[in-house]
């Protein structure tokens, strides 16, 4: 393997690795700055969610407020307008005067219907009056009778899905100790949400804050102290057998038959209580009935009356509150939707999209696609580096073929020197030596011996000085004078040298006049080796054709003077036409040549044109064999002679 591929190859494999570990470490930054892009977006998403839930607490909290707000004998189509509040759910006198319940004329416009389970598991409404009530609710409304009838229809299919089997006291505490498993959950809940990071715990926990102190805050109180769910837990563990009840009904289904429970526990429960009325908490839930019906949302709450508990509900429309939900998030997520979270599916919900005043999930859809800005920090970095790299991989590669070429030229100058310069020196140590011994007798044998050893110490101070002179190119050179020179007599200066040149090498030198009036501001002795090594190379490489001519033409055209010199010997391929202007270069075809030079002729007579302000190139001839060299060189006008004598005066 040559030493220039040797080079390249090594070089070659430093760039792969160089590139390769560049092009890893990029494709790790634009992956992490998409990771974070993406991180961002995801965030904000997130943030956008948690605002959309705050927003949908906010618009959802009025609606069950007016609920948790309400007192617990709104519950009876009338009641005893005068009547003591602790008293209210006894038997009403038959001459106290009725007023009617707000739930009858007004449920709501999210409720479907109110309703009460007593402690033998009777379904009442307060849309659904009876008896003389109804007639009196008709009579004062004539579209009451629709309504009523529309709220029988409602509390049945209710009685359907909320207890799908016979009437059962033990319905009223299964329903109040679901309601302690719910609050249970919840608890669970804000545990779970706590440990899974960007505050979602925090963010649940605040909002479900947020509900309690609202809903305490409308809580009905009694006589006998607050109402709420802690005191109802507090009285009911005080017995042991209430306890026992709870424990069963935690395990049985919702709906159970009556004997489920042992007498002992439903006598714990109906075991009166001198206490004033005890109004526990809503708790929102979901009650599913039979296989087909789907889940209905209900609000749920427990009251506790002369030691007899009774369940009071709202059975809420879903339909409308999730259509009320989504239209205030609409702005923030188009296209979220709201999915139940019914019993044992907490832990299966999505963290952070959970609903504190109603158990369901909020969807909000997919996160929105991000773009990434054109310009980056990163990414400009990242530019910065591949320039910076690229151009430190393109000055190496430059540095290292300038070496290369260096050193191979190095090479062939010694090469080519110490064989241009061994035939004259052996020649002059074999003639010199012959002629000291006095082995060459004749006279003409020794004007033979001396002519070549003339021509020999020409030939070896010319390769010498077109090393130096060649050494010299592109360095300082002493300043010439510019002073213009007419053509003609540049041409005439150095036409001796070329005949003499032309003569040796048995070819003839056709100069034609050049035009009288153009000046060259050149240098006479660098016209004329420029000169002499074109007519050097075409004595060399011509002088074995059948036309031995070399014509040497000038032509002027505008501020260029163009010398042209051309022979008529096999010419130059045109696959050489550049390669023979570099150093130590030579045509292909001199190999045969049996004095052929070092290959400095050319660039160096090149090199001395340009720094005349000129330059030498190949012309291919019109017509006919040969090479035609053309040297251009600038020239100035023909300065105008100064007139002479005295001014005419006029007289």
Same mark, same amino acid.
């Given at each position: 393997?040559?030493?220039?591929?040797?080079?390249?190859?090594?070089?070659?494999?430093?760039?792969?690795?160089?590139?390769?570990?560049?092009?890893?470490? %990029?494709?790790?930054?634009?992956?992490?700055?998409?990771?974070?892009?993406?991180?961002?977006?995801?965030?904000?998403?997130?943030?956008?969610? @948690?605002?959309?839930?705050?927003?949908?607490?906010?618009?959802?909290?009025?609606?069950?407020?007016?609920?948790?707000?309400?007192?617990?004998?709104?519950?009876?189509?009338?009641?005893?307008?005068?009547?003591?509040?602790?008293?209210?759910?006894?038997?009403?006198?038959?001459?106290?005067?009725?007023?009617?319940?707000?739930?009858?004329?007004?449920?709501?416009?999210?409720?479907?219907?109110?309703?009460?389970?007593?402690?033998?598991?009777?379904?009442?409404?307060?849309?659904?009056?009876?008896?003389?009530?109804?007639?009196?609710?008709?009579? %004062?409304?004539?579209?009451?009778?629709?309504?009523?009838?529309?709220? #029988?229809?409602?509390?049945?299919?209710?009685?359907?899905?909320?207890?799908?089997?016979?009437?059962?006291?033990?319905?009223?505490?299964?329903?109040?100790?679901?309601?302690?498993?719910?609050?249970?959950? &919840?608890?669970?809940?804000?545990?779970?949400?706590?440990?899974?990071?960007?505050?979602?715990?925090?963010?649940?926990?605040?909002?479900?804050?947020?509900? #309690?102190?609202?809903?305490?805050?409308?809580?009905?109180?009694?006589?006998?102290?607050?109402?709420?769910?802690?005191?109802?837990?507090?009285?009911?563990?005080?017995?042991?057998?209430?306890?026992?009840?709870?424990?069963?009904?935690?395990?049985?289904?919702?709906?159970?038959?009556?004997?489920?429970?042992?007498?002992? =526990?439903?006598?714990?429960?109906?075991?009166?209580?001198?206490?004033?009325?005890?109004?526990?908490?809503?708790?929102?839930?979901?009650?599913?009935?039979?296989?087909?019906?789907?889940?209905?949302?209900?609000?749920?709450?427990?009251?506790?009356?002369?030691?007899?508990?009774?369940?009071?509900?709202?059975?809420?429309?879903?339909?409308?509150? #999730?259509?009320?939900?989504?239209?205030?998030?609409?702005?923030?997520?188009?296209?979220? %939707?709201?999915?139940?979270?019914?019993?044992?599916?907490?832990?299966?919900?999505?963290?952070?999209?959970?609903?504190?005043?109603?158990?369901?999930?909020?969807?909000?859809?997919?996160?929105?696609?991000?773009?990434?800005?054109?310009?980056?920090?990163?990414?400009?970095?990242?530019?910065?580096?591949?320039?910076?790299?690229?151009?430190?991989?393109?000055?190496?590669?430059?540095?290292?073929?300038?070496?290369?070429?260096?050193?191979?030229?190095?090479?062939?100058?010694?090469? =080519?020197?110490?064989?241009?310069?061994?035939?004259?020196?052996?020649?002059? *140590?074999?003639?010199? @030596?012959?002629?000291?011994?006095?082995?060459?007798?004749?006279?003409?044998?020794?004007?033979?011996?001396?002519?070549?050893?003339?021509?020999?110490?020409?030939?070896?101070?010319?390769?010498?000085?077109?090393?130096?002179?060649?050494?010299?190119?592109?360095?300082?050179?002493?300043?010439?004078?510019?002073?213009?020179?007419?053509?003609?007599?540049?041409? #005439?200066?150095?036409?001796?040298?070329?005949?003499?040149?032309?003569?040796?090498?048995?070819?003839?030198?056709?100069?034609?006049?050049?035009?009288?009036?153009?000046?060259?501001?050149?240098?006479?002795?660098?016209?004329?080796?420029?000169?002499?090594?074109?007519?050097?190379?075409? *004595?060399?490489?011509?002088?074995?054709?059948?036309?031995?001519?070399?014509?040497?033409?000038?032509?002027?055209?505008?501020?260029?003077?163009?010398?042209?010199?051309?022979?008529?010997?096999?010419?130059?391929?045109?696959?050489?036409?550049?390669?023979?202007?570099?150093?130590?270069?030579?045509?292909?075809?001199?190999?045969?040549?049996?004095?052929?030079?070092?290959?400095?002729?050319?660039?160096?007579?090149?090199?001395?044109?340009?720094?005349?302000?000129?330059?030498?190139?190949?012309?291919?001839?019109?017509?006919?064999?040969?090479?035609?060299?053309?040297? %251009?060189?600038?020239?100035?006008?023909?300065?105008?002679?100064?007139?002479?004598?005295?001014?005419?005066?006029? &007289?």
């Amino acid at each position: 393997m040559s030493s220039r591929r040797l080079t390249a190859t090594v070089y070659g494999l430093g760039v792969l690795l160089v590139l390769a570990g560049l092009g890893g470490i %990029s494709r790790l930054a634009l992956r992490l700055e998409a990771r974070e892009h993406r991180s961002s977006a995801e965030k904000s998403f997130n943030e956008t969610v @948690q605002l959309a839930l705050w927003r949908m607490e906010s618009t959802l909290l009025p609606v069950l407020n007016r609920e948790v707000g309400t007192p617990y004998f709104y519950y009876r189509p009338f009641y005893p307008a005068e009547g003591a509040y602790t008293r209210m759910w006894e038997e009403v006198p038959p001459d106290a005067v009725l007023v009617e319940s707000p739930l009858l004329t007004d449920p709501g416009p999210f409720v479907l219907l109110h309703f009460e389970i007593g402690p033998d598991g009777s379904f009442t409404s307060p849309q659904v009056p009876h008896g003389n009530m109804r007639d009196q609710a008709e009579a %004062s409304d004539p579209s009451m009778a629709e309504r009523i009838v529309a709220a #029988e229809d409602r509390l049945s299919r209710l009685r359907s899905f909320l207890a799908p089997g016979r009437d059962d006291k033990a319905l009223v505490s299964a329903i109040a100790d679901t309601d302690m498993a719910l609050a249970d959950a &919840s608890s669970a809940l804000k545990d779970e949400l706590s440990l899974e990071g960007f505050d979602l715990g925090g963010d649940y926990e605040a909002r479900q804050e947020l509900l #309690e102190f609202a809903q305490r805050s409308n809580i009905p109180r009694s006589k006998a102290g607050p109402a709420g769910r802690a005191d109802e837990s507090k009285r009911i563990a005080k017995t042991e057998s209430a306890a026992g009840a709870r424990r069963e009904a935690e395990e049985a289904p919702l709906g159970l038959s009556a004997g489920a429970l042992s007498n002992e =526990a439903t006598d714990a429960l109906a075991r009166p209580d001198d206490s004033g009325p005890e109004v526990g908490g809503f708790r929102t839930t979901w009650r599913t009935g039979p296989a087909g019906t789907g889940g209905q949302l209900v609000m749920l709450r427990t009251v506790n009356i002369a030691g007899n508990r009774i369940v009071q509900g709202v059975w809420l429309d879903w339909p409308a509150i #999730e259509n009320l939900l989504l239209s205030a998030v609409d702005d923030l997520l188009a296209g979220a %939707s709201l999915e139940p979270m019914y019993a044992g599916a907490v832990a299966a919900a999505p963290s952070g999209q959970r609903l504190a005043s109603v158990p369901a999930v909020l969807d909000p859809g997919r996160i929105p696609a991000y773009t990434i800005p054109t310009v980056t920090p990163t990414r400009a970095a990242l530019v910065v580096s591949w320039t910076a790299v690229l151009a430190a991989v393109g000055a190496i590669g430059l540095v290292l073929r300038k070496s290369t070429e260096l050193a191979e030229r190095r090479g062939q100058f010694v090469t =080519a020197v110490t064989h241009e310069l061994r035939t004259p020196l052996t020649t002059f *140590c074999l003639y010199t @030596q012959m002629l000291a011994d006095g082995m060459v007798q004749g006279e003409s044998d020794r004007a033979h011996y001396l002519t070549t050893l003339k021509r020999e110490s020409r030939r070896l101070s010319g390769i010498v000085e077109n090393v130096l002179d060649f050494a010299r190119l592109g360095q300082p050179r002493k300043a010439h004078r510019n002073d213009a020179i007419a053509l003609s007599e540049l041409l #005439e200066r150095v036409r001796p040298a070329l005949t003499e040149r032309a003569d040796t090498a048995g070819m003839t030198l056709d100069i034609s006049a050049p035009d009288p009036d153009a000046h060259a501001p050149a240098d006479p002795l660098t016209v004329e080796r420029i000169l002499v090594n074109l007519v050097d190379n075409a *004595c060399k490489y011509a002088n074995g054709g059948d036309d031995a001519r070399i014509e040497l033409t000038t032509e002027v055209t505008g501020s260029v003077a163009s010398i042209s010199v051309r022979d008529f010997g096999p010419g130059i391929a045109a696959a050489d036409a550049s390669r023979i202007f570099k150093p130590f270069q030579r045509a292909r075809s001199d190999a045969n040549e049996p004095n052929p030079g070092i290959g400095l002729g050319l660039a160096l007579a090149r090199g001395l044109a340009r720094e005349l302000g000129g330059d030498l190139t190949l012309d291919r001839p019109a017509r006919g064999p040969g090479a035609r060299f053309r040297l %251009s060189i600038p020239v100035t006008p023909s300065p105008s002679p100064t007139p002479g004598g005295p001014r005419a005066v006029d &007289s």
